[in-house]
């Protein structure tokens, strides 16, 4: 309802438009609130636009391009390979345009009402929108905070945006680079720097720490690294970079490994090294809203900020940076709006790393388990006995259950190897109910499919293993 010349009231206003953003505001609609829905960019946000999704589509391309390219010994022989870089491009966008229209269909079908226009906060029921030539008010009974993060960029190395860029322009790239250094050994940085070794660049990865993809189980991040030394991406662990000097449309990188200095030139050197939150310029100061020390929203179980009458959710609101969790707290914060009971409190939160091969895992770790005061056990199955994994020709990697012993409730299911992304929904499911390993054992999987993994996992824990040698024997 329109009050005024430039005032909208309603009951729920949500600031951004990303998967956590746009997931709140259909889902509060559908509890009956009237919502208004401001994003200053696009609708879909970071994942939708210039994330997960093109992202995936880059890697779909580039892992289609490498199966061709190493399908000798399945009696496929091809001849020379030609990747026309800007349809690869322009496919990317097709997938990006059908899914963000899609966006948009469903916020109208909803009867969402959107506002083009960056929005902050006057009071804690009053907000402020830029638009292209006005400002417009709303007012509202509740708030939820959407705004996600953007990438971090390291003190003495800005973006220029042409030569040293982020995620988002590496995602954009006219050409494929000849020559691709990648600051950041984390999961951003792999999954490009992997895409684009396979479509033809020379890439080299700069990490600081001592392991690529700190926050992952060793045993899984060694197949990874063991599968970009034969694509032959050059990794330096340990290694600082001092200094970016771009002179053209090349770059010289300065690095220190140890006591060693060592320079790289580059086309393209993308800095992938984590992400800070957009929590800037919203007006939280005029509200005294709570924020830790690197900016993220401080909330509760609920998403509540400590303006009660706010909430956010997603990237802003910490924890783990993912888009999944983001839509799983807009539903929580959703509900809770709209006056029902709900709380953010799963089990586990699954993560995923398209990488070659890729990495999922849910749950606690072995080493996680035990510090929580778990006997935990861990135990593995290799693709390599899986039947469907062979006759793809794919079989690197593992799967990994962490269970209780006294109990043998499945803590967690981690792992390394084909379609690990999709395989994870099963392992998911059966962390958050709480499943034994009998429970997982004695389901019936259909054969032959990279699922029955699972199922062998949890027979190798019993000691009752059909399609691997028992222990003893070995």
Known sequence: MVVGELTVECDLLVIGGGPGGYVAAIRAAQLGLDVTLAEDSFVGGVCLNVGCIPSKALISVASRVDQIRHSKDMGIVVGSIDVDFPQVMTYKSQVVSRLTSGVTRLLEGNGVNVIEGRASFVAANLARV????????????????????R????????FDHSVVVDSTDALSFESIPERLVVIGGGYIGLEIGTAYRKLGSHVTVLEATDRLLGTMDSSLVAIVARRLKSLGVEVNLSSTVSAVTVSGSTALVTFQNGETIETLQADKVVVAVGRVPNSEDLGLE???????PKGFVIVDEQRRTSVRSIFAIGDIAGGPLLAHKASYEGKVAAAVAAGHRDAYDPVAVPAVVFTDPEIASVGLTLND????GYKAVGVRFPFAGIGRAV???????FCQVVYDSDSGVILGLHLVGPDASDLL???????????????LSRTIHAHPTLAEIFME?????LGLPVHQLPKKSR
């Open 130 to 149: 830029q638009l292209s030539h006005e400002v417009q008010q709303v007012r509202f009974k509740s708030a939820i905070l959407a705004t996600g993060s």
């Open 151 to 158: 990438p971090l960029e390291i003190p003495g190395i800005p």
């Open 286 to 292: 005029h509200l005294g809203m709570k924020l830790d």
């Open 369 to 372: 388990a035990e510090k929580l």
């Open 391 to 397: 006759s793809i020709n794919d079989t690197d990697g």
């Open 425 to 439: 929904g099963e392992a998911s499911l059966l962390v958050e109910f709480g499943a034994n390993l009998e429970d």
């Open 457 to 461: 996992v949890a027979e190798e824990a």
